[in-house]
């Protein structure tokens, strides 16, 4: 069975509360490691919500990369979903990982859409260079 | 263990192909299911590829709502992330399910951001009104 897509579900634990407080630090490392891992960004958007916590989402040729924080757990998740063999889902995380000062982080990876013959219109095959952190 | 967050990764297979080529029917199903499950709609990007294939993300109070699909094969991908008691996101599953005409659906529900005495800013507690599909 191939799978058309495959999502990374990240869990950032131990945070810089400060970092995951902040909009617009929380959106430019997202932004920083989405481009490193080399997607293309079609459009994204980021919010901040009230006492604290930011969700945003990058849709990116490849499918998406979305957070949501917890500033006050020092806690953010983070999916990223590809498809095709052009991006480094480790790189999102890895850049992530160094930007919230994450102490410890969970990493499990999904594969979606099984089928037995599946060549998907964006190009299937992965190529894991960074280490991933698995819990 | 609480969790902060849960989410649901729903696969929808053996769907209506030609609505899933339909960027607008697309998203006007998405934004149907979202707004009957309760949620509050912060707000939505959706984006049609070449040849074919709609992806889709709609950020809500409550976290996000995600799509995929793959026309040719008759698939979509569809994340429900949530946090808060307001939210069924089974209703969301259901409607889509309808909408898509889909004849096999596989969900997987996910805890996102365990700790020992979570009360995040926005309310815990899960309240599941329709029945789950669950393959």
Redesign the interface.
Known sequence: MHA??R?I?V?FYDCDRDILTQGDAVRDLMMEATRQSGATI??D?F?S?S???V???I?I?E??V?I?T?P??G?A?V?I?T?GDTINPWTIQKHLEEGFSSQRVSS?E?R????PD?V???PVGFDIGADPVLN
């Open positions: 058309l897509g999502q579900l869990e079609v459009t958007t919010h919500f006492p604290h916590g969700s945003g989402v849709v040729a499918s998406h979305a949501h917890w006050e757990y806690y998740a999916d979903f498809c499990m999904m979606r859409g099984l089928f599946a998907p219109h964006k």
